[in-house]
Nanobody, 115 residues
Framework: QVQIVESGGGWVQPGGSLRLSCAAS????????IAWYRQTPGKNNEWVAT???????TYRDSVKGRFSLFRDNAKNTVYLQMNSLEYEDTAVYSC?????????WGQGTQVTVSS
């Protein structure tokens, strides 16, 4: 069983930065594919970025150049560095860990971009 815990959300002004963390329990962390999603009320869950177990990273177009995703297997943690935040980035951000056919989700962390 893998437990996922997100942290690092909060309030930030437009143009600001936040770093989200996705920590996963268990010795299988290095084999997990980790993806970040975000959701706002009334909208579907939106994929943000993924890092594979091999370290390959992909981003949705709207965050390319602003968000960076990287993993630290020694700390069982994946980080989502978010820069140049925009109003449209406001959402609950959730982390999904996948190994084989199993998905594990965290509870999410709120990011609010507001002046």
């Amino acid at each position: 069983q893998v437990q996922i815990v997100e942290s690092g959300g909060g309030w930030v002004q437009p143009g600001g930065s936040l770093r989200l963390s996705c920590a996963a329990s268990g010795s299988t962390f290095s084999t997990l594919r980790i993806a970040w999603y975000r959701q706002t009320p009334g909208k579907n869950n939106e994929w943000v970025a993924t890092v594979t177990s091999g370290g390959v990273v992909t981003y949705r177009d709207s965050v390319k150049g602003r968000f960076s995703l990287f993993r630290d297997n020694a700390k069982n943690t994946v980080y989502l560095q978010m820069n140049s935040l925009e109003y449209e980035d406001t959402a609950v951000y959730s982390c999904r860990g996948t190994i084989g056919l199993k998905d594990y989700w965290g509870q999410g962390t709120q990011v609010t971009v507001s002046s």
